[in-house]
């Protein structure tokens, strides 16, 4: 089984460590690779960023798309790129909000989603509308730190930040999951989990497993209606994977 | 790793069946146990045989519970075994209907569930109601069928119509993904793929790769308010299992 | 008009003091009896004992339902019985958390329901769901006591504790009723009524009142789909009033 | 005890009819009184008429409203002089609609009304959506008739198209429960109770048994925010039922 | 362009003030009368006043209603009269509450309303809810002030109080956009917009950019359905706008 | 008042058409301008057609954004475009299918949407979801055309196929108002109006008047939360426009 693992933002190091996490996830019999987009931002920070970031991360998916039995997009939130990479392919194709919700909806009766700036808490939100389960969502709750703070506070500042947030999540909101809401806060579920002892999920573990589980489940995307492809359209300038996706 | 399979109903028969298919997809490393309980209906129908078989159900699994990672309810229903095992265990447990929709949920924007006789139309779109789904939900179909009309008439009848529902969910009510909504059903997927061109979901295969990606992923039961285990209750009367899910 | 209440705890005082509240109110054209199980928890503290007084109660109801012209399930939820007992008899059958719902709605545009334990809050928020009236529910409150709390703590102190909330229910939440949520409450109608200044409803004598409202105006429960009963069952040793409702 | 049926529309024979009826559910130990306004339209077809009922209704309960227990508004809708009512006196007051509906909610998993013109179907759908019972609603249906058409052709013919339309409801949308749309359809519920098998709801009846029911439970509408009365304004050439209403 | 702009409360200064500022926002080109009704409260406080004043709104309106190209009602509010005029005319009818939500759509992702008693706020969630936008609606705020306290205190305090609440919107509850909650309101968008830094919408300059903008599609409203006239009916001593309606 | 219409496809052809029926709405003071991006789809018929189009859309939009006082993005769907254009400008943008239903909102309480190709309906019932105005949305009905009819039938039966759903829409459905599902459909108002008596909105007349009527109230984006912009990133080989959008 190969599974190919898209960090939508160019950042190389993020890459690395989301490919280890998932690869010992992912257990031995299975290859896990990871690519990153040749352009666009570093972070993705908003719904511009996801424009920039979906148009590249779905030109370099495409153009190696045909070795792997699934794909999962290590971005935390309904990022348009997961939409057309279920149209453009049958594998099944898993975004971490995603997985980390359907993972967490089993475990408890509500679950809360914890995330860093405060832009992403409408985003997240639209998110956990789109995907038809805002009843069983407690809440979608940021940290408050603008994201200069983040990259300038000291790791423990903004850890202990996020503890705070995933307590108040539980303890004010009656989340009983709490959903870590960004690629890279893996590695802080032990920390919550120890202050809040609810299950804490992380994205990338749960997508990785859940794409597992549907490819041994022999699922592919439905190609009715809304994943539908697209007949062949003309390349007309266009790099060669989105050029790809158009039949070229 | 080794998994439950829990038949609510009497049928030793439909045990197997089911016992097989849950090793089939689990693979060569999971060991699957099935069992059913002591006493109760043949087949459930209705909410009475549902309080009945979920008494019993409870009672059996409780006395073997410890030896398993995680638990299978394969009625496909929202059957109160399930919240009443989350409550009393801590390993993952999950039902088929429930399993059938988080698998269906990443492969099209609306599934439906294909089920037999008409009232289990208003218990399972509760059931979608209360997992908090219904807005992906694009119907539940029954083949308006009788219960005993589903024992007397030929099987290539019975298939045939729940075959006809099927395709009506897909043409008239857009559903992208059929859930087949009975344990019973398990080997239509094929027939109803190739009538419909849509993915075919049988909740068996689903929730024993939902439960294994919930071990691999260390997931447990939240114990924060609704799964919370009663404190310790006296036997009273009470069979074994029963008992001892109250400490004793 | 004959009308059973049935507590589905085993508490012989908690019944006595149920049926003459529900006589008190009944008036005295009415005989009002009470019952409890044979066996099952003497408290109902979440889904387990949800799944095990269902059993019992529905095995005590259903050998005597006959003398009956309907029936109050005395559980402040969406109790399992309840369905059942729909299910299998054609008389109207009440719950003490819809009846008081149901009364709540023409008294004010949004109604709290205070309760005891945390656990609670998501059982009965579910509730409410499934009844499909939670855009009028203001909130759920529990006084964030511990179920051994409630049995150690001073009666003022609990008292004050459920008072504190349903003000904070009316001054934060917005309610303008409010629901007792547990049959134990019966009392503290008036103690919350003069704090809050807003109608205050405990749910036995809702309920009384509603099941006298149906029976007067000649309702029976539907037998279209959900409360259809099934078809007879052999009683293969289940006990006589289970069995009673497979037809033996 | 005293109830006061309010027919909203000027006609003094319909008025006597839901008179009759509603003295009739009540019993011998309650006086039932109904009046109809001095001006008006005299049926209610739509929003228009609506604004001029309510004027002239509340002119006409609010000076005799003392001598009464509680009140019942005998228009199917959500008639906008129920609210009027409800914040200018403490005694409950209730709808048609609204009872029919609540005693609907506990006797199956979902009801449709049935009315008359299509006009009557946004106006109460959208009066549903604000009970906020919309999910248990399995649709509402009109005739297709105009308005003209229930006047002129055969009663015969209407009642069977009315039949025809429960028919599908209960067939085609899942409905358990009926609720007859409009006062002027008490008599049917025999005729359209043999042809579904359904429970069927007159919304005069179970107004009668619900407010009863709500006086006997000792209610009162809550004070809190929405219907909290307004302060005294000047009477400046206003009728004197509704100058009354202003303190007057 | 003839624009008629309607006060629903019998203030002519508020009514003078509401025509000065929309005559500035509709221009030059545009004709903008208003008018008052002859009797009724001074100013809506509640349902009991919506009866009132929806009544004399819609008998002045009738009576010079043709000479207009779309009107205006300047309630903050799901006014009566607004569907009534809707149903009685052709022209578009637009409330000043629609009309801010519809302004506020395109700007944010959730917006909030600020409103002074605290018993509009059951209300105005209602109304919002009619509107079926309740998802994007991030609050509704009374600033807690009595009715009385509003015309006692300082203008200064009350402004303060609103400014406190909207800024509460903004910080706790989510909202990018503010509603301005009462006609009575415009003039204080700058002192909001300043301390909360979002976008502060004021519902007359709305209504009147709106009613235009569907003037100038041509747009009028549907008469199918809800807003189909009523046929002919007699005067019957109704007044003279009133009596138009029904074709006199 | 400077307009810009942009149409998010590569078609010259129907970028002209539609500019001058904006212009033509828009009236002598407006100047509207129109543009379409460099590379991309000739038509958008999906979410991989959305990613490419949003890409080359938000680059040609960025490079000359400062001269326009408002932005129309003329795809009917809830293209991504919309939202990073609201991120990265302050002046309004609007979106045809959000202005349509926006204007479709007042005239009626029910509106559907009639567009081309099956695979648009999960697609705009998603749009019209996240708008959150999905109770007022009667349905969405296509055509049942493939993709590749809809270019090789004649013009003829196309339309009578669209009328014919516009009916459907009307008298099954419930809608008192269509909304043309395609900038494409623009000029087929008048036929479909006259064969259903309800109006029909065209979203780029409604999107040019309602853009019109935001900028005349003075109403900018809301920078909080949502669509605040992004710091500045390096260019890193992105094309100019986008760059511009980063800063650069």
């Given at each position: 089984?190969?599974?190919l693992?898209?960090?939508?933002n160019?950042?190389?190091e993020m890459t690395q460590?989301?490919r280890?996490?998932?690869?010992?996830?992912?257990?031995?019999?299975?290859?896990?690779d990871a690519?990153?987009?040749?352009?666009?931002?570093?972070s993705?920070e908003g719904v511009?960023?996801?424009?920039?970031?979906?148009y590249?991360?779905?030109d370099?998916?495409m153009s190696i798309a045909?070795?792997?039995?699934?794909?999962?997009?290590?971005?935390?939130?309904a990022?348009p790129?997961?939409?057309a990479?279920r149209?453009?392919l049958a594998?099944p194709?898993?975004?971490?909000m995603?997985a980390?919700?359907l993972?967490?909806?089993?475990l408890g009766s509500?679950?809360s989603?914890v995330?860093?700036?405060?832009?992403?808490?409408?985003?997240?939100?639209?998110g956990?509308?789109?995907?038809g389960?805002?009843?069983?969502c407690?809440?979608?709750?940021?940290?408050?730190?603008?994201?200069?703070?983040?990259?300038?506070?000291?790791?423990?500042?903004v850890?202990?930040?996020?503890?705070?947030?995933?307590?108040?999540?539980?303890e004010?909101?009656?989340?009983?999951?709490i959903?870590?809401?960004?690629?890279g806060?893996?590695?802080l579920?032990e920390?919550i989990?120890e202050?809040?002892a609810v299950?804490v999920i992380?994205?990338?573990r749960s997508?990785?497993?859940?794409?597992?589980?549907l490819?041994?489940a022999?699922a592919?995307?439905?190609k009715?209606?809304?994943?539908?492809?697209v007949?062949r359209?003309?390349a007309?300038?266009?790099?060669s994977?989105?050029?790809?996706?158009?039949?070229?």
């Amino acid at each position: 089984m190969h599974i190919l693992v898209v960090n939508p933002n160019t950042s190389l190091e993020m890459t690395q460590t989301i490919r280890e996490a998932a690869q010992a996830i992912a257990g031995d019999g299975v290859v896990v690779d990871a690519i990153y987009p040749d352009f666009g931002p570093e972070s993705i920070e908003g719904v511009y960023d996801e424009v920039v970031s979906a148009y590249w991360t779905v030109d370099k998916v495409m153009s190696i798309a045909d070795k792997y039995d699934g794909f999962i997009l290590a971005c935390f939130s309904a990022h348009p790129a997961i939409g057309a990479l279920r149209e453009a392919l049958a594998q099944p194709v898993m975004g971490i909000m995603e997985a980390s919700i359907l993972h967490a909806l089993p475990l408890g009766s509500k679950f809360s989603i914890v995330t860093t700036s405060p832009r992403w808490q409408p985003l997240l939100e639209e998110g956990v509308h789109v995907l038809g389960v805002g009843s069983r969502c407690a809440s979608v709750r940021s940290s408050g730190m603008a994201v200069l703070d983040l990259e300038e506070l000291p790791e423990a500042e903004v850890r202990n930040r996020l503890i705070a947030e995933a307590k108040r999540a539980v303890e004010e909101d009656g989340a009983e999951v709490i959903c870590l809401g960004c690629a890279g806060m893996a590695g802080l579920e032990e920390g919550i989990h120890e202050e809040t002892a609810v299950p804490v999920i992380d994205g990338v573990r749960s997508a990785v497993a859940l794409v597992k589980s549907l490819i041994e489940a022999g699922a592919q995307t439905s190609k009715r209606n809304l994943y539908r492809p697209v007949d062949r359209r003309p390349a007309n300038g266009l790099p060669s994977g989105i050029a790809k996706g158009y039949g070229n």
